[in-house]
């Protein structure tokens, strides 16, 4: 069972910036892939970004530009650095791991974005 801790979320105005942190349990987090995920309230949980055992990004077209994922493997944790936040990335962001045909969930960190 993989498990995480995350954390970063909080308030900040627009045009600013935070860093989400998730961190795992799992022994071999080199392998998973990992993504982070936000729903907002009244909408469907939609992908942030992902990156892939090899590095491999994926962003859509909302956030690219201004979020960057990255991973360290020696810390089993996953970053994901926002920039340029504007209200509407106002969401719960959950960190999400796929892993021999599972797929695991944070319990989420709530990011708001207001002046």
């Known amino acids: 069972q993989v498990q995480f801790v995350e954390s970063g979320g909080g308030l900040v105005q627009p045009g600013g910036s935070l860093r989400l942190s998730c961190t795992t349990n799992?022994?071999?987090?080199?392998?998973?892939?990992m993504g982070w995920y936000r729903q907002a309230p009244g909408k469907q949980r939609e992908l942030v970004a992902t990156i892939s055992p090899t590095d491999n990004r994926n962003y859509p077209d909302s956030v690219k530009g201004r979020f960057t994922i990255s991973r360290d493997n020696a810390k089993n944790t996953v970053y994901l650095q926002m920039n340029s936040l504007k209200p509407e990335d106002t969401a719960l962001y959950y960190c999400?791991?796929?892993?021999?045909?599972?797929?695991?969930w944070g319990q989420g960190t709530q990011v708001t974005v207001s002046s």
């Open positions: 999400n791991c796929q892993f021999a045909g599972k797929n695991y």
């Open positions: 799992g022994s071999a987090f080199r392998f998973y892939d």
